[in-house]
């Protein structure tokens, strides 16, 4: 049993180790690195966990371990993930082995006798998010009764404001499809950054008339002549071009938005920025949520975005018991707004009760590859760990790997 974990026990109180748990419910006994995660205190922590190292089934285990201690109640634990396949696999394995403990007798000193009296809530990111919008909305004047739009709804929506524009779009020169698709993306990329279009329109006028006034370039006035002193290089024009053809999309983003709040509409990235602002502006909204879950989970975290972190630190900063797991190396939805800084924040933005950064352990050991592939995948690796602010260590292989 680890040090943390006997801590934790205080009074003299039998604390069930992780590995004792596991011989009981017959399965493999976890490594070193995956004990630690499983029987670590009840405080913020960021697990690091490699390609194949058993991140679910560890998180499953840390769920179970705190259960059959008594140190937390199934209900008031809180689990997120990204997809609702990977939400319904870790809640699965949760509930399995939550079975097991019941009807193997399987309880501590200071456990509440009735391992099945509860389950933990485990959901998307997304599918929290609806939820607290739908229970608390109203209190920025958001109905509850509020249409959730489909990706084929919010096409459907934004091409109706597209086709009916009788504006000036300036230098876009795009099909009413091409200017759907633009137009749609920078909604999602706004609500993700929790701006509105008068923000993106201010930036963009002052990144231009920074431009402008930008000194001359002699060489070009020798080499072209003094009719073109002062233009910018063709990949600049090309920057420039593309930040004109975003502001003439801003009339458009707005007409967007107001159809959607006339016909109490959300699409998918509302529910992330209105759940934010409810997290942020509403105290008694994460008041209420860090009273109702204990202990909050957060899978894939490297995926997660500037309006996902506003949400969650909101809601559970200040010490509360967050474990976030994740990979730098495997963020793949930058192209929506994620950011996989938010990995290596994660200490500073989920700090200790004393103020102290949050602690990060590994999860480095491979399970599914053997010795030649993560040789290569480490080679491929290591210029992203060399990077500042990385964090993820080498994979190691699995005992007996081939």
Not at 110 to 129: K, M, Q, R, S, V
Not at 202 to 229: N, T
């Amino acid at each position: 049993m680890s040090a943390p974990a006997q801590a934790r026990a205080g009074g003299g109180a039998r604390v069930l180790s992780a590995a004792a748990i596991a011989e009981r419910l017959g399965r493999p006994l976890p490594t070193a690195e995956q004990a630690a995660v499983i029987e670590a205190p009840v405080e913020p922590m960021l697990v690091v966990a490699g390609a194949g190292s058993g991140k679910t089934e560890t998180t499953a285990s840390r769920v179970v371990w705190l259960v059959a201690n008594g140190l937390v109640e199934p209900e008031q634990v809180l689990g997120l993930t990204f997809t609702r396949k990977a939400a319904g696999e870790l809640a699965e394995r949760v509930r399995r082995r939550l079975r097991a403990l019941r009807s193997r007798g399987l309880t501590s000193a200071g456990a509440a006798g009735d391992l099945d009296a509860g389950e933990p809530t485990i959901a998307t990111y997304n599918a929290y998010a609806a939820s607290l919008v739908a229970d608390h909305g109203l209190r920025l004047g958001v109905e509850p009764t509020s249409g959730v739009l489909t990706e084929a709804g919010a096409w459907q929506l934004a091409t109706e404001v597209v086709e009916g524009w009788r504006g000036d779009l300036g230098e876009l020169d795009l099909s009413p499809e091409a200017v759907t698709r633009a137009l749609l993306g920078l909604s999602g990329q706004c609500a993700e950054h929790l701006l509105d279009p008068a923000d993106v329109g201010g930036w963009i006028d002052r990144a231009l008339a920074h431009v402008a006034r930008l000194p001359r370039d002699d060489r070009s006035v020798a080499k072209l002549g003094a009719h073109v002193a002062g233009e910018p290089f063709a990949k600049v024009r090309e920057v420039l071009a593309s930040l004109r053809a975003r502001r003439a999309l801003l009339p458009l983003l707005e007409e967007y938005a107001r159809r959607k709040a006339e016909r109490e509409q959300l699409d998918f990235g509302d529910q992330v920025r209105v759940a934010a602002r409810l997290a942020t502006e509403v105290r008694v909204v994460a008041a209420g949520e860090r009273a109702r879950f204990r202990v909050v989970l957060l899978d894939e975290y490297q995926d997660t975005s500037h309006a996902q972190l506003v949400l969650l630190r909101a809601l559970f900063g200040d010490g509360h018991p967050v474990t976030a797991v994740g990979d730098p190396h495997q963020s793949i939805y930058g192209w929506r707004g994620a950011s996989a800084g938010n990995l290596a924040s994660f200490p500073a933005h989920f700090r200790r009760a004393d103020d102290s950064p949050a602690p990060v352990v590994p999860l480095s050991t491979s399970w599914r590859n053997d010795v030649a592939v993560l040789a290569v995948a480490n080679a491929v690796a290591a210029p992203l760990r060399a990077g500042a602010g990385d964090v993820a260590p080498p994979l190691r292989a699995r005992p007996g790997a081939g």
